[in-house]
């Protein structure tokens, strides 16, 4: 029979939300309710009859709640199976009854972690018993049913209702596959709390990670793949994947990360002036710093208004109404900004489709963190580059020396290179972007094209000459050739930064020095693929 009546219910809870509710509900039915600890007075503070668990295995709670529930009458209770003949006689032999429900959310071990708990603690919010009864119950869904998220109670009471008192086999299947994910993603928090933050270990070795489903997309890159969002299990979601969307049509995979890629670039400027950030296909094509943002914006646009058309825009201040209007003056797919005032947010609300998110303090573009990426048969993982040059770690290696213009610019380019596809060229000048070459398969091509694009917006906005005329250059990594180098000397370039390294470093140096332009090495490359 797939309906199976619940009869008797065991009740644990950390989080005791809905918790009375449902044991109200169960007692309706005269289902008979067995519980520990804080649970058990909590059901009984709203007047319902409990049995202790102590009455059912014939011990007390001991060892400060260690050990309670760890007893041949609760695990016997789950996992007989109720129509074999040595289960049932081995119940009946040692007075062992049948549990048909059990409520069980686990001990609060992500919250006491990230509340800054010492060890202690921490290791005391390990839960024992609650996962083994889960687990218990979850392998036995043929007879027991299994409830770990209170957000189900609501389900579970419609069930009982919709089958007499009774769970239905693909009821109790579906809780039992998400009981599994529970203590899968739990013990993965704690498997992952002892590696990293216990152990110092960066790369551990088994890799354990969970995610919960926030939210299915509407398909992923291109229109035939499936995609959705997940965050950490147990953790504050942080960045653009817990931003506050305030208006637009369901963001798709390419407008996560595309928002993703241009709050990463926003945030590196969070404690400097008014930037905005435009971005296409997790590409920068315009980012520009200013007295306020409605200039930023306008100067980031003015790079490549091209490839800004349908892009993402970010920024680095609470938008106000002007710099909104600006910005919808194009299609926009998504802006993404710490706050917005109501001015701000009036003008977005006349574009339907255009996506405003707020995302509240900008992360920290020094945090550390490991990103994974899925290759064929495995995963390959790297820290996160937070690298950073401070100015008196740059090494001039020309004859002249870059002016302190030059200098600013030359570290506004780099900043902005770190976030462009390799091979990636910047040309910047006076706190804006004046050309970007990305994902080419040679630095001489990416050079080239910035500079093309840079032409074109001076042709574009009726400019006397292009802005990469005097402007700083920066690659992501060293020029191997000087053919690269003078690429952006025919650019007009009077400043270079540079990872350096290679073989032929003097060769660009002499072609740096003939040509008159300062150079500086950084000793750091900033491949992005």
């Not at 400060?64 to 009946?92: I, Q, S």
């Not at 006491?112 to 290791?123: L, N």
């Not at 950490?232 to 996560?256: C, D, F, H, W």
């Not at 180098?485 to 400043?495: D, F, I, P, R, S």
Request: hydrophobic residues 45%.
């Amino acid at each position: 029979m797939d309906n199976r009546v619940i009869k008797r219910a065991l009740l644990s809870v950390s989080d005791k939300n809905g918790l009375v509710e449902l044991g109200q509900a169960l007692a309706q039915r005269d289902v008979m309710l067995i519980s520990t600890g804080g649970t058990a007075k909590a059901l009984r503070d709203a007047g319902l009859t409990v049995s202790d668990i102590s009455d059912v295995t014939g011990f007390p709670e001991m060892m400060d709640g260690r050990v309670k529930t760890l007893h041949p009458k609760v695990h016997g209770g789950l996992l007989a199976v109720r129509d074999n003949e040595e289960h049932v006689a081995a119940m009946k032999a040692h007075e062992i009854e049948a549990i048909d429900l059990v409520i069980v959310n686990l001990y609060p071990f992500a919250q006491t972690v990230a509340k800054g708990a010492d060890r202690d603690e921490i290791i005391e919010n390990i839960d024992i018993g609650g996962p083994s009864m889960v687990r218990s119950a979850a392998k036995n869904h043929d007879a027991v049913t299994i409830i770990t998220d209170p957000s189900d109670y609501e389900s579970l009471i419609a069930e009982l209702a919709a089958h007499d008192g009774a769970t239905s086999l693909s009821f109790r299947r579906k809780m039992a596959a998400k009981a599994y994910a529970a203590t899968a993603a739990y013990d993965s928090m704690i498997a992952s709390w002892f590696a990293f933050a216990d152990q110092g270990q960066l790369f551990p070795e088994t890799l354990t990670f969970g995610g919960t489903l926030a939210s299915t997309l509407r398909y992923g890159e291109n229109p035939h793949q499936q995609a959705a969002l997940y965050l950490p299990t147990g953790m504050a979601a942080r960045g653009i994947s817990a931003a506050e969307q305030v208006q637009g049509k369901e963001l798709s995979y390419n407008n996560y990360n595309d928002a993703d890629a241009a709050l990463e670039l926003v945030s590196e400027f969070r404690d400097g002036p008014p930037t905005v950030v435009i971005v296409k296909h997790a590409n920068p094509c315009g980012v520009a710093s200013a007295d306020n943002l409605i200039d930023a914006y306008h100067a980031a646009l003015q790079c490549d208004s091209v490839s800004a058309f349908g892009g993402i825009v970010a920024v680095n201040r609470p938008l106000d109404g002007p710099t909104a209007e600006a910005i919808t003056e194009i299609f926009t797919e998504v802006v993404a900004a710490p706050a917005a005032d109501d001015a701000a947010r009036a003008v977005f609300a006349k574009k339907k489709n255009l996506r405003l998110l707020i995302t509240g303090e900008l992360p920290d573009p020094a945090r550390p963190g490991l990103m994974v990426k899925n290759i064929t048969g495995g995963y390959l993982l790297q820290s996160r580059d937070n690298g950073h040059v401070a100015d008196d770690e740059l090494k001039i290696v020309t004859k002249r020396a870059p002016t302190a213009q030059e200098l600013a610019d030359c570290r506004f380019a780099w900043t902005v290179a770190k976030h462009v596809k390799s091979n990636a060229i910047v040309y910047a000048k006076d706190g804006m972007t004046a050309g970007i070459g990305a994902g080419q398969m040679n630095r001489r091509d990416s050079a080239r094209i910035a500079a093309a694009k840079a032409l074109e917006a001076a042709e574009t906005y009726g400019w006397d000459a292009s802005r990469t005329i005097g402007s700083a250059v920066a690659s992501d990594a060293f020029f191997p050739f000087a053919d690269g180098l003078l690429a952006a000397v025919e650019a007009g370039a009077t400043a270079v930064i540079q990872p350096g390294g290679s073989m032929r470093d003097q060769e660009v140096i002499d072609a740096a020095d003939e040509a008159g332009l300062a150079m500086v090495f950084t000793a750091m490359r900033h491949f992005r693929h």
